[in-house]
C-alpha cells in the first residue's frame, strides 16, 4: 500500500502561482512513477502531468505545458507541481497517484494509489 496526502491548494487570483506538494508513505517511493490529475465541477478526472519514478521523464496535458511543472524528490518521498500563471480554468480539485507499471501513462485507471485531493480555485 502507498498512502498519498496532497498540500499547497488555495484561492489565488489569475496569473498567480501555487506549487502542490504530494507526500508519499508505505512502500518504495521511487518504485512508482507518479502523477497529477484534476476535477472540476461536472467534469470528468483529467490528466495534468506525470514523472517516471526515476524523475527522467515527464509527460503534460496540453493545457498546462509551459506553465505547470512536475518534480519529486525521492529522498523526500514527496512529488510536486509547481503550477504558474493560473488561468480560471485551472480551477478543480488536484489529486495525486502513484502506478507501478514500467512506463509511463496520462490514463488514470492505470494508477493504483491516489490522495484525497486538494482545491484549487483561481479567480478572475
Known amino acids: 500500500q502507498v498512502q498519498l496526502v496532497e498540500s499547497g491548494g488555495g484561492l489565488v487570483q489569475a496569473g498567480g502561482s501555487l506549487r502542490l506538494s504530494c507526500a508519499a508513505s508505505g512502500r518504495t517511493f521511487s518504485n512508482y512513477n507518479m502523477g497529477w490529475f484534476r476535477q472540476a465541477p461536472g467534469k470528468e478526472r483529467e490528466f495534468v502531468a506525470a514523472i517516471s519514478w526515476s524523475g527522467g521523464r515527464k509527460d503534460y496535458a496540453d493545457s498546462v505545458k509551459g506553465r505547470f511543472t512536475i518534480s519529486r524528490d525521492n529522498a523526500k518521498n514527496t512529488v510536486y507541481l509547481q503550477m504558474n500563471s493560473l488561468k480560471p480554468e485551472d480551477t478543480a480539485l488536484y489529486y495525486c497517484?502513484?502506478?507501478?507499471?514500467?512506463?509511463?501513462?496520462?490514463?488514470?485507471?492505470?494508477?493504483?494509489?491516489w490522495g484525497q485531493g486538494t482545491q484549487v480555485t483561481v479567480s478572475s
Open positions: 497517484a502513484a502506478d507501478s507499471s514500467v512506463v509511463l501513462t496520462t490514463t488514470s485507471y492505470r494508477y493504483n494509489y
